[in-house]
């Protein structure tokens, strides 16, 4: 997971010039081939007036609700750098079930080292989360855990669906139904301080070992 300071900041892609509170990414890796495919989520945030109120403002349905708040719950126990726990999780939950709409490039990795050749694709959908639970990271773990969108240079910016709004803000990063219930082990981490060009973040972060196809 990645996130910023604030709701208006976090994404690690943003789009005609919006970013987002937050982004998720699933990163495959294939040992035969030493390709690497990121599918990333963005995150949006929406403050509740009442946040103990149980009404689907999330617009999440309720599994997918209870296995993010599985993670959340977890995640604010890693105060301490290093620290680790293994968790279950359903990733076709995680994922929800916007994933319809998509734009793919190919480009390189946001941490270090900054692989490249890296197949990138960003769902159009994002899912909602109650600000409270960005707070949580913001608070507990870092105030911040992101790399700024980089320059588009000479990338072509693939998407599977016809009409697009586009803004006057220049671009410069973009970038079915839902899956098979697929239930996978995993382990969440709090890592050590790493730079990005003289700024420094904790990583937190969620492992899966994730099947090949």
């Known amino acids: 997971l990645h996130w910023g300071e604030n709701h208006r900041s976090g ?6 010039g919006i970013k987002y509170p937050g982004e998720i990414h699933f990163v495959y890796a294939n040992p035969s081939t030493n390709q690497t495919a990121v599918l990333a989520i963005f ?7 009442n946040e103990t109120d149980p009404s ?23 105060k301490i750098e290093d620290n680790s726990t293994v968790v279950n999780l359903s990733l076709s939950l995680l994922m929800g079930d916007n994933l319809q709409d998509f734009w793919r490039y190919e480009g390189s990795l946001t941490t270090p080292p900054c692989t490249e050749g890296v ?3 960003i769902f159009k959908g994002p899912i909602f989360f109650v600000e409270s639970e960005f707070s949580s990271f913001r608070q507990n773990i870092y105030f911040e855990d992101h790399r700024l969108p980089q320059p588009l240079y000479t990338r072509d910016i693939y998407r599977n669906f ?22 996978m082990n ?18 937190f972060v969620l492992i899966f070992l994730l099947p090949i196809f």
């Not at 009409?163 to 671009?171: F, G, H, V």
């Not at 995993?186 to 990583?203: D, H, M």
Request: aromatic fraction near 18%; charged fraction near 20%.
């Open 11 to 16: 994404s690690e892609h943003e789009v005609n």
């Open 119 to 121: 197949i990138w694709t």
């Open 186 to 203: 995993g382990v969440i981490s709090s890592f050590n301080k790493v730079n990005y060009s003289k700024y420094f973040f904790n990583f």
């Open 43 to 49: 995150m949006q945030s929406i403050f509740l007036q």
């Open 162 to 183: 016809f009409n697009e709004t586009l803004s006057s803000i220049p671009d410069y990063q973009c970038c079915p139904k839902k899956y098979a219930n697929s239930s």
């Open 56 to 78: 689907p403002v999330h617009l999440l349905d309720e599994e997918t609700r209870r296995e993010w708040r599985r993670f959340f719950d977890l995640a604010q126990t890693l």
